[in-house]
Structure formats: C-alpha cells, structure tokens
Nanobody
Framework: QVQVAESGGGLVQAGGSLRLSCAVS????????MGWYRQAPGKQRELVAT???????DYADSVKGRFTISRENAKNTVHLQMNSLKPEDTAVYYC???????????????WGQGTQVSVSS
C-alpha cells in the first residue's frame, strides 16, 4: 500500500560524494518523519539522519558536517547529500518513512529495499 523507492548509491573513492533519493507513494494520510538508516556487515542498523514534518533535522555524530538531509514535500521525496565520504560510511542505506495510513492510529514505519554505498580507501 505504501511504496518506498530509493535511488542513488554506488561505489566512490574516499573523499567523494553521493546523493541518495527516496520517494514515497501510496495511500498516506500524513507524514510524521522521514529518514535514512544504514547497516554495515556485522553491525546493527543505525540512524544516519532524520527530518520531521516541520523540517527539524537530526544527525548521527559520525556524519555531522558531512551529510545533509533535505525534503521536497510536494513530491514526498527526501534526499541525503553525502560529502567527504569515508570507508567507514560503507553500508547498505535504507530509507524510512513514518506515516499514518489511516486517520486513527499511530504512525507506522515503512522501509525501502536498501541501496549499497561503498567507499574505497
């Protein structure tokens, strides 16, 4: 019912940049927040960046000053601009949308399929 479509990702050298995009569609009443998470092999999924319904952002300490999350409300799209990439940024990046699909009830999380980001040293 809710579709999360990601694009971007790839293989870059350390110090390079990538821009991830995530478009959300389907039967949605309202958006609470959108964000990006990542999971490296052998590690738990971790928050990278989030943006809420009024544009307030939150970042993991490890990416502050390098990554920027932004949104295009009219297109239900969120972007993650990643600059000064490091090998430790290598992970599968997942887009998350916390939305209400019905007026009554709490928001629910919907996830994209993930996109691989690989940074070589």
């Amino acid at each position: 019912q809710v579709q999360v479509a990601e694009s971007g990702g790839g293989l870059v050298q350390a110090g390079g940049s990538l821009r991830l995009s995530c478009a959300v569609s389907g039967s949605i009443f309202s958006f609470n927040a959108m964000g990006w998470y990542r999971q490296a092999p052998g590690k738990q999924r971790e928050l990278v960046a989030t943006i809420n319904s009024v544009g307030s952002t939150d970042y993991a300490d490890s990416v502050k000053g390098r990554f920027t999350i932004s949104r295009e409300n009219a297109k239900n799209t969120v972007h993650l601009q990643m600059n000064s990439l490091k090998p430790e940024d290598t992970a599968v990046y997942y887009c998350n949308a916390n939305v209400k699909v019905r007026y009554y009830g709490p928001g629910s999380d919907y996830w994209g399929q993930g996109t691989q980001v690989s940074v070589s040293s």
